[in-house]
């Protein structure tokens, strides 16, 4: 057999550390940070003086900006190619539905819900950017504007940037990096190169910057939580040990990969939030509640096109400060997380459509966080307007203590502040976890699509991102690093929109691919032999042995005689056998432009009802048979058709006929 080119295992490149993008991300990362802790009040004043200029100077881009990736991702999902999948045609997702949404909601949002959850709608009411505060036109507002800062806009950017990923991973079968998704605009040279290195490297550094300035935060919150509840005293110490008890689980978590740790903490995560959710729900206003969620749902979207716009031009300093403290806040650190959120996200959803994809992310999330926030903000209003002033002094000056404080208001106090804080610690290590594996991932290379880099990769990001946090935790830094991870969506955002080009220039090649397919295939000849040939190949359920047979004897000389013939017409085709897959591929090579590539693998099938022996009496036992199939596979997957009992002639009218269509779909691309 011709198999030159022929792969083994032993040949394939190996899984290792991308010296570049390490060196590079950590030299960075140990520099800002140093300079944090060594210089807290210069650093704070600098970065701090950066994020007031982007604000002024790019208040208006970051606005139109986030608004066009949420408006591209809707777009993409509900057009004619929101059934592609991210992957090969045949593939089906890794998660189950449920799984899937407590991942993406997990990473995306996390410990945040706690912190913000009464909080901010709080300080929108009381001290808001326009009118009068502590009114009913100011609790309206207030959840509007909470609203607009955790709905779609957010996960619109989570949206765009992990369907880009996962179509690049799963479907061109690329490496899930960042750099991916930039090669059909760079070329491969640049994307491999000092370009793809730098991408990458950002988004380490994002990405590591970004779980520790939420560590910061998720400690301030445990610690805030253990003080209410147990007495636990507000100091460093006690801090530090929730950051390394946090991050050895997370690293017990990490080791054991997605399909376990991360996953089973993400339902654990849903499961004690919908629980502290429905108990607030019910031992509240209950039907104030719920009459006040369905009137913030409707200002929300009455006022979405707006908000969406508005920059506070004619609102003078006041306006401009505000809008820099909050709405242009937000959407930096939402482009900021985008780098770790899109990866992890990517990495769990292989095997859904783009459909699926985008609106299980952009609108699944949503319906969570509009009960969160408007079940937690309507019932701190609330009880602020009843005479609990402290409450509101609580959720202005310190926000990690707004959440308990609320609490305390509820009958058993105690178990609803400890259920607070165990799902805080829970949504704690998800991100630790989480945040190793992506950081991992993007430090490997060689890696493929769905594999995750070896565990003491993961471990040691585990143990580098707890020590930045203690770093910081006891300089003081935590201001500062959020500052430069919210200066650094600036970047990041451009690259977002190099994203958008790229993917809507994959997406019309898909379009082009399927009008190529519309060609009728010229008719499977039978060397003039009578349909008889026909019926016999259709009711024929071949064992392994007779299907290989098949493979050896009439497949692979169809597949030499077509690759020989392209040969002598001076095009390069290569013919190569894939044991671990029982397959054989037929790649014809074109250049700069697309390769054609049939292959044919040899797969298990369960037999018909019908075709069941009677003399074993399988089917009166509830048992299954199974036959092979000789299945056909182009680029984008299985063509879910058998050729097992073709004849030479009809293998190669077959070839032939998808050759042609490859050959129109090259021509629409030109």
């Not at 030299?27 to 003086?49: D, K």
């Not at 809008?323 to 937000?330: A, D, E, M, R």
């Not at 190529?516 to 000849?525: E, Q, Y």
Request: hydrophobic letters at 50%; a negative charge.
């Amino acid at each position: 057999m011709h198999n030159a080119s022929n792969h083994t295992e032993a040949e394939l490149p190996k899984l290792a550390v991308n010296k570049t993008v390490f060196t590079a991300a950590s030299v960075a990362s140990v520099a800002l940070i140093v300079f944090t802790i060594m210089f807290p009040e210069l650093s704070e004043n600098v970065l701090g003086s950066a994020l007031r200029w982007i604000s002024d100077k790019f208040g208006w881009y970051y606005m139109l900006v986030v608004a066009a990736y949420s408006i591209f991702s809707i777009f993409v999902g509900a057009s004619r190619y929101g059934d592609i999948k991210l992957g090969k045609d045949q593939d089906r997702p890794d998660f189950p539905y449920l799984a899937w949404a407590a991942m993406l909601f997990s990473a995306g949002i996390g410990i945040d819900l706690l912190f913000f959850g009464a909080s901010e709608p709080l300080t929108h009411y009381l001290t808001p950017n326009i009118g009068e505060g502590g009114t009913p036109e100011a609790a309206r507002a207030a959840m509007a504007q909470t609203f607009l800062h955790w709905g779609l806009h957010g996960w619109g950017i989570y949206a765009l940037i992990g369907m880009a990923l996962a179509y690049f991973a799963y479907r061109r079968d690329m490496p899930l990096a960042l750099r991916s998704a930039l090669m059909p605009i760079f070329g491969r040279k640049r994307t491999e190169g000092w370009l793809g290195h730098t991408v990458d490297t950002f988004g380490v550094v994002c990405t590591l910057l970004g779980i520790a300035t939420s560590l910061g935060i998720g400690v301030l919150q445990a610690n805030a939580g253990l003080n209410h509840v147990f007495g636990i005293p507000t100091n460093k110490l006690v801090q530090a040990t929730i950051i390394v008890s946090v991050v050895i689980v997370a690293g017990l978590s990490a080791m054991s990969g997605v399909e376990r740790g991360v996953r089973r903490l993400s339902e654990i995560n849903m499961l004690g939030a919908t629980v502290l959710l429905i108990g607030l729900l019910f031992m509240g206003s209950t039907v104030f509640l719920l009459n006040a969620l369905t009137e913030n749902i409707g200002d929300y979207f009455q006022t979405i096109v707006m908000k969406t716009f508005q920059v506070y031009a004619y609102n003078g300093e006041q306006g401009a400060e505000w809008k820099s403290g909050w709405t242009i806040f937000f959407w930096a650190w939402w482009v900021a997380w985008a780098p770790f959120v899109g990866l992890f996200i990517a990495r769990i959803s292989r095997g859904r459509t783009l459909r699926e994809f985008v609106f299980g992310v952009m609108f699944i999330p949503l319906g969570f966080i509009f009960a969160w926030f408007s079940i937690f903000g309507n019932s701190a209003i609330e009880i602020v307007n009843n005479g609990a002033v402290a409450l509101g002094e609580t959720a202005l000056q310190d926000p990690a203590m707004g959440l308990f404080a609320l609490l305390e208001h509820y009958p058993l106090a105690s178990m609803w502040s400890l259920l607070a804080v165990v799902i805080g610690l829970i949504f704690f290590v998800t991100s630790a976890d989480s945040g190793a594996l992506v950081l991992a991932n993007l430090s490997s290379k060689n890696l493929a699509s769905g594999a995750d880099a070896p565990i003491w990769m993961r471990l040691f990001w585990a143990a580098a991102t707890g020590l930045i946090t203690l770093g910081l935790l006891f300089a003081g830094g935590f201001g500062s690093l959020q500052s430069v991870s919210v200066v650094a969506g600036l970047p990041f955002s451009l690259i977002l929109v190099l994203y958008m080009i790229s993917l809507w220039m994959c997406l019309q090649q898909e379009g082009n691919k399927r009008k190529a397919n519309l060609i009728d295939r010229a008719m499977v000849l039978d060397n003039g032999r009578n349909w008889r040939n026909r019926l016999s190949r259709l009711v024929t359920f071949p064992d392994s042995k007779d299907a290989s047979r098949f493979m050896t004897h009439s497949l692979q000389p169809a597949m030499l005689e077509v690759a020989h013939e392209l040969q002598e017409k001076g095009i390069e085709s290569k013919l190569t056998e894939d044991k671990e897959n029982r397959a054989l591929k037929l790649a014809v090579l074109h250049g700069e432009e697309i390769d054609f590539l049939y292959e044919v693998r040899l797969l298990e099938a369960v037999k018909p009802v019908f075709a069941l022996s009677q003399a074993t009496n399988l089917a009166s036992k509830g048992e299954q048979e199974i036959y092979y199939r000789a299945e056909v596979f182009l680029v984008e997957g299985s063509q879910d058709y058998d050729i097992v009992g073709y004849t030479k002639e009809q293998i190669i009218i077959d070839i032939l006929n998808q050759y042609e269509r490859h050959i129109q779909f090259l021509h629409l691309e030109r």
